[in-house]
């Protein structure tokens, strides 16, 4: 193992253990190998390096010592949760939103304070994802593989759920959802629910084909589930996105608006694919089928399995070993 100091120059013992570090290491579950070097090398006036027999100490020290850390912060975190008032105030869950276009942050920050207003949330924002989604017109592996490194990111600093706002990279969220102990929630997921218990005539309104095909997707697979029988009528709304990149945003609504007239006729219930529609209801007259959009119902959805994280945290912290 290299060892290294501040500025990455080599380590020489000086008079603390303090001028020791392993390198990627928490320095204060490095604080019990520190102190095992140094009781070996003060009175030494050349530094000494670290025999294999050292290295292993060391790393069985810090093996031990991370594992008594965990686990004692998330018994303690599991019992101040109970305290009542402000106290429980400390120890508020922590959410962590990724985006691939920042015109959604403003919108997500709003709906957390009026339906998570103790939860602590933070934006991850990555433009390339939707746009190599669309330079190909599919959604690739390594795309998949980027997301979940996000997510690695996010529970780096010890997030209690991720929310996936971009419905073009859904398929990827679910896939994610798998491999982490905390909710990984996909932005459509609630609203699809919703839609096939609702309506039969489902409408489905995007502006991007790459956001269309796994959305339309997921509702049959949640018509398959609930064991219902639904029709599909898709719509298309092209040159819409285009619009709102440039920034022309009363084109992308106007555009918007006049496709989801036209699709109302033709279906019981529509599903507006993208989060970035939302903002086109406010907008319109009162229309004469139900309009869904998944940016609440997604935050609702995350309110609940948040709850549900937080209860089952007991059995997890039990069972956590290394």
Same mark, same amino acid.
């Given at each position: 193992?290299?060892? *290294? ?11 603390g253990?303090?001028?020791?570090t392993?390198? $990627? ?14 009781k ?16 292993s ?9 991370? %594992? ?13 949760? %109970?305290?009542? $008032? ?16 920042? *015109?959604?942050?403003?919108l ?11 939860t ?31 997510i ?8 209690? $759920? ?5 419905? %073009?990279?859904g ?15 996909r ?11 609702? $309506? ?14 796994p959305t *339309?997707?997921?509702l ?5 589930? &609930? #064991? ?10 092209? #040159? ?34 993208? &989060? ?5 209801l ?10 869904? %959009? ?7 959805? *995350?309110?609940?399995?948040?709850? #549900? ?14």
């Amino acid at each position: 193992m290299h060892l *290294t100091g501040l500025r990455d120059r080599p380590v020489v013992p000086q008079c603390g253990p303090a001028a020791w570090t392993l390198p $990627g290491v928490d320095n204060i579950v490095c604080s019990a190998w520190r102190t095992t070097m140094f009781k070996k090398t003060f009175r030494i006036s050349e530094p000494a390096r670290p025999d294999s027999a050292d290295l292993s100490n060391t790393r069985n020290i810090l093996d031990e010592t991370a %594992s008594r850390r965990v686990n004692w912060l998330i018994h303690v975190s599991f019992h101040w949760r %109970s305290l009542p $008032g402000k106290a429980n105030l400390a120890l508020a869950s922590t959410l962590a939103l990724l985006h691939t276009s920042p *015109t959604l942050t403003p919108l997500f920050t709003s709906l957390c304070r009026k339906h998570l207003p103790q939860t602590e949330i933070f934006h991850m924002v990555d433009e390339s994802l939707i746009q190599q989604t669309i330079a190909v017109g599919k959604l690739q592996k390594v795309t998949v593989r980027r997301l979940i490194g996000m997510i690695e990111s996010a529970a780096s600093i010890g997030v209690d $759920g991720v929310l996936v706002t971009c419905s %073009s990279i859904g398929p990827a969220t679910t896939i994610a959802a798998r491999l982490f102990p905390f909710p990984v929630i996909r932005v459509d997921d609630a609203m699809a629910e919703k839609a096939v218990n609702q $309506g039969r005539r489902i409408g489905v309104l995007a502006t991007l084909r790459t956001t269309l095909e796994p959305t *339309t997707a997921l509702l049959r697979e949640k018509s398959a589930a &609930a #064991g219902t029988s639904t029709l599909i009528e898709e719509s298309l709304c092209e #040159g819409a996105f285009e619009a709102v990149l440039a920034g022309d945003t009363e084109t992308h609504d106007r555009m918007v608006s006049q496709a989801l007239m036209d699709l109302v006729a033709k279906v019981d219930l529509v599903v507006l694919a993208q &989060a970035s529609m939302a903002r086109v209801l406010q907008q319109m007259p009162e229309l004469t089928v139900p309009v869904l %959009s998944s940016p609440e119902l997604a935050v609702l959805r *995350t309110r609940e399995l948040l709850n #549900g994280h937080s209860q089952a945290l007991p059995s997890s912290a039990h069972a956590l070993e290394f």
